[in-house]
């Protein structure tokens, strides 16, 4: 099977489902030099109709977008996490209130694509992980793929899905590289991966360990650490956070007994601290310890090599949690 | 004058429509049966319907929280738009969105936003649809003298000047932004001053006289529809009612003059209407004064309707959140 | 001693730090007219250029106030929770990061008086409870008083505080009046309330219900109803979210064993969320019942009257819940 | 010309510091020492320069994601400002900001923002507490032709106008942000064109003569201290290196031929500005030299302090979150 990166996963999608759906098109900033990665010979491909470079107005064109959504188009915005704050009142007040509060009227096929950079020295201003603030809102489905194959797998979900889809690629997963099976090898004729559904990555019997985003691969290496101790972890991968799978996360800590969770958001309010609190409440009678949640320190993301890398999570941060809840 | 007989009185029975459907909801927002915001549109009805007369069906709209009038202008049902105020099943979207929020897209009403300026991104991409799709139907948004201060209506100008976009810009100057006089919120005489900053024309004109804002909307809509891009239109206005429903009991002190407002309400639009409808014989007093009496039955029956349909279930909440149910 | 609103608690600390520090001033929306209630007659007392009427350019307004809060002023802006989305960079990107970002060379004492409506027929677009929202990106005090004495008191700090602090006024509180003794009457001549100190409202010794906000009330309300049959709740009011006193929280659960946490914000990564996650790690050993999360409904906030009031907490959803901890 | 020898010299030097000092980081980024995104000002040396020598200390300014040229114009020690880059304690601010963070309060650098526009209601606001506090400094902000499209630029704009702000919005239009050219992103000729929507001068001025933007900027602050509001001015530059260090891996096609590069590249604002100099007779070319020569000392000073600057320790990780700590 093909390995690919998770770049070469979203551009792929990109291609597919432009090609298949004339009403799918992209906005952004540079996407027509391709400044992210991900969107090199598109417009040579499809035109500068349908690749569309916006000025410096995230606000402006995240609406535009909606506004574009709502009359038959279907636009893939590509942007930044921590430019999704200049865009927040389209963000929330529009994209995620609209098609409730005209009773189902609007139709807001939009996924917007949205770079995570962190861990990278790139300082407080571009290294936020902010998906947990917006599972708070309802109305916007979060996608956090973590490899090339539900890159893939879940853009092109997104890309038909008729609600405001947010698809966050973390910028740990960017580098890597997945087998992703090419079309024809695959029954139906091409990848699709449902929302909703989370992923055992690892099956294993003492802890349950969910990875959010980039915290799946610390999860793995952790699983790895652990095995020749013989403790044997279960990770999961929900890969969808809006729709959330919380029935094989507690089928999983039914069996185990134990959760850690780990997020790279800040750990307040994360997307880590809403499972630990839907297991406190749904899986007590499962638990045999402590959750443990292993997040960001709760404090802004420091420029400095010597200090950036002490807030997020790491492999050695979860075996240290595994511990705490075997101890 | 290129309207006929026909649309004149059309655009009265519309400018009426609006008053007594507004005169309705104050009418039952004093009676306790309403108890969100709601914002009269009294006084303002000019510009919606002489902006909507040059529309097609199939254009669309969106506008601001002040958004009663927009709606109703553009065709939308008042039977279902009374319905929708009163929070009911029968409303344009069920009772979940209410006065702020009257959206009929089979017609072009892409619904208004609570939020100041916020949906000027929006019709601005509802033009951008137009382009991209090749279609010829043109995006008109209403917004306000305090809202053309929001980096949004920046923003939005900016990206519909650079693309051509099919988008009219309509801002609506009533003078104020609640209690803020334009005078202290927007830094040039005029809003439409600023439509040179992007390269589009920006065209001033008198908010009480519907047919002079049919006129500026014509004009931008042929450009919009030959492609040649947005336009930049303000209409003067005032607000004949207080900012919302239920604020006159907390703006205790005068922020306009007495005089003013007076002098303001000299210039309604309904009264400067039919006067010349009448005066360049296109309608005589009799037909005017039914157009007004069948609108007030219509009026009647809307409330009547909207009394009598059923509040959502309970069952309801979850329903409409998705297209695809998480 | 006196009973007074929460308008009036939070209109007397705004005028007593007014005349207490020349550099205190109030930029705004229509302050000068009082919309919003908190205002009146300041504009005669202090001038225009302590009382400032701004464009309704929240971004633009929310930053000038951070930025002449670098420069030796301390202002108080007062707005609503629906319009920090407009404003959201200015908060995360400068507000909440700029003091770290500039390793501690930037103060700034700017108080974010925010009114949250809810409960009222406002529909989704003015009805936001975003506290938690904040809570996830480090840097910002919140700040959720319950009733006139905390609203007076914890206005007082906030103002003197040299970080920026969001001031959340609940719209269910502020109709409250409670007992606020007069200046002459205090220890000091004055009434300063700690950030970081949670109330324990009432006392018990079987559930501990930790109110949020106006979650408080529902609560007490609860507490009323469960006496009569010989059940003990312990009402605990956190009174700030960061910081969080969870001290007192995993006291009270030491003594109970028993948790219900109540918050009129939206379930999903809620402030309740975070209280339940923590207790669930740190306060597990002590937990005899899952912890229970009474929040809003994960739907936007409908307008309809016959739907509105289903969806957020009530004292009868509280008392469910106690049952459930108690079963 | 009102600049004397000293104060020519002055603007030469701190050129050449700007220029040195992004050779000097674009060769460490090149080594790996460097890991962060940084973006080099050269080829816009005469904007910052130019500008800053007509502030005092306690003139205000701040910056964008492309700043290092602003503090060190502005008066920044060029050793600390390297020591940040490299995310050392003796950094500006302690190794925790970093390239887009060189700010100095103590000589009214308030710091600049990787947010495109997001600093420029932060110097809005600086002025807004000169005029409050009776002060007589001014706040400048640097900001691109991309930025001029955020909305936050309207925003502040209208409101400097409105209270006739201290504060000057220099736009250093330097034809692209990233690969878009501003004819694609900004829908008239020139960002100064824009100044009249709000009511305040709008100055075009040649960004690669420091002596032109000083001349602007002076009269722009002389306006700022009388009380007669803000000034848009507008400078011709050119970004001669890349967008970002190692963003030219990425950045593979042209967006910008290479005669129009080579083109920009002839009117380097160091030579401008030495041969002013010279044939204007106020330095000798052994003067220019010496500056020179001093200059690329101070930087490789500079580089040597910041490399032996310890790095902070973990302990440090939670300092400067709080005024009052959590
Ligand atoms: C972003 C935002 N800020 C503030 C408000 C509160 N608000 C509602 S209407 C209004 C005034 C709007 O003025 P204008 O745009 O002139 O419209 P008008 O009410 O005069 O029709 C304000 C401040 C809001 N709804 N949204
Ligand atoms: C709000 C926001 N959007 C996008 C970016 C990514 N970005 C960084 S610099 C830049 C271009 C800025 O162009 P300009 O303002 O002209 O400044 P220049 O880089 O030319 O100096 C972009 C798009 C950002 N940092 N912030
Ligand atoms: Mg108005
Ligand atoms: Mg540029």
Redesign the interface.
Known sequence: MPVKTYIQAIQEATIEEMQRDP?V?MMG??L????Y?ATAGLVEQFGE??II?????E???????????????RPIVETVT??L??G???????A??????????????VTFRIRMFYA???????S?R?Y??F?????L?IICPTNAYDAKGLLKTAIR???VCMFFEDGIAISSRTEVPDNEDLPGGELLVP??VANTVRAGSDVTVVGIAGGVQHALDAAKTLETEGISLEVIDPRTL??LDMETILKSVERTGRLVVVDP??K???????I???????G??S?Q?????VAS????V??????EP??YPTPEKVVAAVRVVLD | MALDKQQLEEMYRRMCLIRYFEEAVIAIHSSGELIGPAHPYIGQEAVAVGACAALRDDD?I?GSHRSHGHPIAKGGDVKRAMAEILGKVD???????GSM?L???SIGI??E???VA?????????????K??KKD?V?LVFFGDGASNQ??C???M??AA?WDLPVIFLCENNGYAITTSYKNSVSVDHVSDRASAYGMPGVLVDGQDAIAVWEATDEAVRRARAGEGPTLIEAMTYRFEEHSLGLDRIIKSEYRSSEEVEEAMKRDPLVIHRATMISHGFSTEAECDEIESTVKTEIDEAVEFARNSPYPEPGDLY??????P?
């Open positions: 009403t098109f900033e540079d027509r030099k391709s400044v990665g109709d349908r470079d916006t000025p410096l107005s606000n402006g064109f995240f609406g535009a977008a909606l506004g574009a959504s709502l009359c038959g188009m921590s430019f704050w200049v927040m009142d389209q963000l929330i007040s529009q995620a209130k609209m098609r409730y509060m005209f009773g189902g009227q609007a139709e807001l096929p990278r020295g790139a300082a407080a201003h571009h936020d902010n947990p603030v599972m708070n809102t309802p109305g489905k899905d008729n609600d929302f909703g809006v729709p958001a800040h307040v309010c994360s997307a880590a601290s809403e630990a609190a839907t297991v406190a409440q749904e007590f009678w638990l310890a402590p959750i443990q949640v320190e709760q404090v802004n420091p420029y400095s090599p010597a200090l002490l807030i | 669309r969106a409303g344009f979207c069920k009772g979940k969105g929020h959206a009929d897209f892409l619904g936003s609570g939020i916020s949906s000027v991104p929006i019709a601005t991409g509802a033009a951008l649809a137009s991209l799709s139907f995006a980096g949004a920046h923003e939005s900016n990206m650079l329903d409409d959140m998705w297209a695809t998480v």
